[in-house]
């Protein structure tokens, strides 16, 4: 296939034959799901929606906007240091979000979450706090080639400040971490080993808790990203053994601007607080200031509290769904994806990871993947095209950008048909 200019008038969708593949999963009604979902039912650019960059960011069910609203209507104040009514109400709000989340990673130790922007913020906290207290000249940071920008960078800027080794555990071909790599690299220098539990870009579902075990035999702390992880699998933080946890609440239906760091109080104790400002003090002089308890020590200046109660609801509400009941869905979803995809011709499915959970990326031929995200957006289709923030993993494929479909609890059988009979009129403008 060769590329040629877009032309509207030949992306007319091209009926295909219906798929029987539909997971039709005792007890998961996915369309009541969806009609929680107001932003579902909006058609775009005269097409029902397939939104299929859930990867990216989720969308909010009717439970989570109405908190936030509420929230504000009737809630809204100032945090902690206020002494009236709407301060203590906004106060309570803003701590039970934090309890949900606490129950939610299966920890009862509100005082080990952190509320942050996002994954981002979390991981970039730990390199400037126990990462400076504890990386040195010649000392290690181990990452793996799965990762995400924000799962990089902050380590390599560490690394440039300290003095310090920025290494990458290799994957296979397949798009799964090497094991045996891992267990080499894991030496006395190591400090800590930053990984993700899945892979954004390919959906690979790493063996997180065998991970974290070897990185411990070598007395290894290790930091697990979760922004692709929470959604789709759920973390307990007490089983798994993690050091440091981070998850984003927008990626996991909740609001954006909010995300959590979960840190093992032993660790998080022993940190230094990252900003200054106000709420992270107990005392303040010219002289000395003493810092707030966890886990207002990494928490200065106003909170970011409907987020909070934004992200408390959105936990609520994948707790009635059931986050196993989602990720059954999620799985025979990505199965349908995954063979109705393989039927494409010239399409080639990136990656074949031992486990995948909820995105999936492929090439259609050689038309570059902006060119078929552009004509995907005109039938309805909203996939993402480009280097998914994983630029190192895609050099590592031989590849600069891929497009990417990726689920959610409100992930349909007829999203996936309207994927590919947008896909088959890429084929036919490019033919
Ligand atoms: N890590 C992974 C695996 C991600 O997929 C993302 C976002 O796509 C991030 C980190 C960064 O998340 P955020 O932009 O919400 O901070």
């Not at 038309?367 to 289709?381: C, K, Q, S, Y």
Request: overall charge neutral.
């Amino acid at each position: 296939m060769t590329s040629r200019a877009l032309d509207e008038r030949e992306t007319a969708a091209r009926p295909i034959a219906r798929r029987d593949t539909a997971p039709a999963r005792a007890g998961y009604d996915v369309e009541a799901i969806r009609a929680q979902f107001p932003i579902l039912a909006r058609p775009v650019r005269g097409k029902p929606l397939a939104y299929l960059d859930n990867a990216a960011t989720s969308q909010k069910p009717r439970a989570v906007i109405d908190a936030i609203r509420r929230y504000y209507e009737e809630d809204n104040a100032n945090v902690h240091r206020g002494v009236h009514l709407l301060s203590e109400r906004a106060t309570r709000a803003q701590e039970a979000a934090r309890v949900k989340v606490a129950r939610f990673l299966g920890t009862d130790d509100p005082h080990e979450v952190i509320f942050v922007r996002g994954t981002t913020e979390a991981v970039n906290l730990v390199a400037q706090t126990f990462g400076r207290q504890r990386v040195g000249p010649g000392d290690e940071i181990l990452v793996t080639c799965l990762e995400h920008h924000s799962n990089i960078v902050p380590w390599q800027l560490l690394c440039q400040e300290k003095g310090a080794a920025l290494k990458v555990v290799p994957i296979s071909d397949a798009g799964d971490l090497e094991l045996d790599a891992l267990d080499r690299l894991l030496g006395p220098r190591t400090r800590l080993l930053a990984v993700t539990q899945v892979s954004n870009a390919l959906g690979t579902v790493t063996p997180i808790a065998e991970i974290i075990e070897r990185a411990h035999a070598r007395g290894v702390p290790v930091l697990v990203d979760g922004a692709q992880g929470a959604p789709h699998l759920g973390f307990d933080v007490g089983r798994a053994g993690a050091d440091f946890y981070a998850f984003s609440g927008h990626k996991i239906y909740g609001p954006t601007g909010i995300g959590v760091l979960w840190g093992r109080r032993a660790l998080l104790e022993e940190m230094p607080p990252w900003q200054g400002g106000g709420d992270m003090i107990l005392s303040v002089s010219f002289e000395k200031t003493t810092f707030n308890a966890l886990p207002y020590k990494f928490e200065a200046g106003t909170p970011h509290i409907a987020g909070a109660v934004g992200l408390g609801a959105a936990l609520d509400w994948v707790g009635e769904v059931g986050l196993e009941a989602i990720a059954a869905h999620e799985r025979a979803i990505l199965d349908t994806a995954a063979a109705a995809l393989a039927e494409v011709p010239e399409l080639r499915i990136i990656g074949a990871p031992r486990e995948r959970a909820g995105a999936i990326s492929f090439l259609l031929g050689d038309v570059h993947p902006h060119d078929a995200g552009t004509i995907l957006d005109r039938h309805g289709v909203a996939v993402r095209a480009g280097h998914h923030c994983a630029q190192p993993l895609l050099a590592r494929l031989g590849l600069s950008a891929t497009l990417r479909a990726s689920f959610a609890a409100y992930s349909t059988p007829r999203e996936i048909e309207q994927l590919v009979r947008a896909l088959h009129a890429v084929r036919e403008i490019f033919a």
